[in-house]
């Protein structure tokens, strides 16, 4: 924003990481784009000015809630501000705004629309729990928040069966046994895996071990914000023999899932045809 109360002749949209944990996490550019902005646009208002007065920052710009439920509607009246030549800066509760959180949408309606767009890096959950979690970081894949329910959950997991990167997920605590459950089911139980709890915070705690062990420790009851790493396939490993692409198969429906969307699943994350695995099935 100008001294005299103008805006700059080209609007721009300041996308910030927010720290996950610490605020001393967050840089001083932070701090000084909190100040500097025409527009915030906020996750949590109240978090966002407790982090300024934690920064030291005083917020010079309007502040505007942009949560899940608004975004939508919100986007529209954030890019008539662009448009208007105004910076606006969004910024969530922790970690970058886009990476489930709100964010996409706006930057998309700002690229469209050829306005500058430019990030202000901080913390992100995803690449600390990858670093600490001692699975291999060269090559991976955020996954984001598996679906809530069980079937589209199993689904969705049994497509990643056969995924060699190592991945990285988000859960809610309350769901964590169970998700930690279907994917043990998925990718197996011996599966190296990494429960990252609280990052950077007083109560930090990295669980390691395989998917099965952990579901058993997660059913236990866990609180705070939960990353979750897990290592991709090895494919150096024998293949699943035929047999026990079928067994699997039975395993599914047992759990629920239809025979034919069973047999789906399994084949394609064992890399066989479904037709082979069907007769396979349907001779049993």
């Not at 967050?26 to 300024?52: C, F, G, H, I, Q």
């Not at 996409?104 to 050829?114: N, S």
């Not at 809610?172 to 279907?182: D, G």
């Not at 062990?213 to 997660?218: D, G, H, I, K």
Request: glycine content about 10%; overall charge negative; hydrophobic content about 40%.
């Amino acid at each position: 924003m100008r001294e005299d109360g103008g805006v700059t002749d080209n609007g721009r949209l300041v996308l910030a990481g927010a720290p996950i944990g610490q605020a001393g996490d967050a840089s001083p550019r932070l701090r000084d784009a909190l100040e500097s902005a025409d527009v915030v646009a906020a996750e949590d208002t109240r978090r966002l000015r407790r982090l300024a007065a934690e920064l030291g920052a005083e917020i010079g710009g309007r502040v505007v809630s942009y949560y899940d439920a608004n975004e939508s509607g919100r986007a529209a009246e954030l890019l008539a501000a662009l448009q208007e030549g105004r910076t606006v800066l969004v910024i969530t509760d922790a970690g970058m705004p886009g990476v489930s959180d709100p964010g996409y949408r706006l930057t998309h309606l700002a690229v469209e629309a050829g306005i500058t767009v430019t990030s202000l890096p901080g913390p992100s959950a995803v690449t600390t729990a990858l670093a600490v979690s001692g699975l291999p970081s060269d090559r991976f894949c955020f996954e984001g928040f598996p679906p809530r329910k069980p079937g589209e959950r199993a689904r969705r997991l049994a497509a990643l069966a056969a995924e060699e990167r190592t991945m990285v997920f988000f859960e809610a605590p309350h769901r964590l046994a169970a998700a930690l459950e279907a994917m043990a089911e998925a990718f197996g139980p011996d599966r190296p895996a990494a429960v990252c709890r609280e990052l950077t915070k007083t109560y930090e705690e990295v669980r390691r071990g395989g998917l099965g062990e952990l579901a058993e420790w997660a059913a236990g009851g866990v609180r705070g914000e939960i990353t979750v790493v897990v290592a991709g396939r090895v494919h150096d490993a024998a293949p699943p023999s035929i047999e026990e692409l079928v067994e699997e198969v039975a395993r599914r429906e047992e759990a629920g899932t239809s025979r034919k969307q069973a047999i789906v699943d399994v084949a394609k994350g064992a890399g066989v045809p479904k037709r082979v695995l069907y007769d396979a099935v349907h001779q049993v």
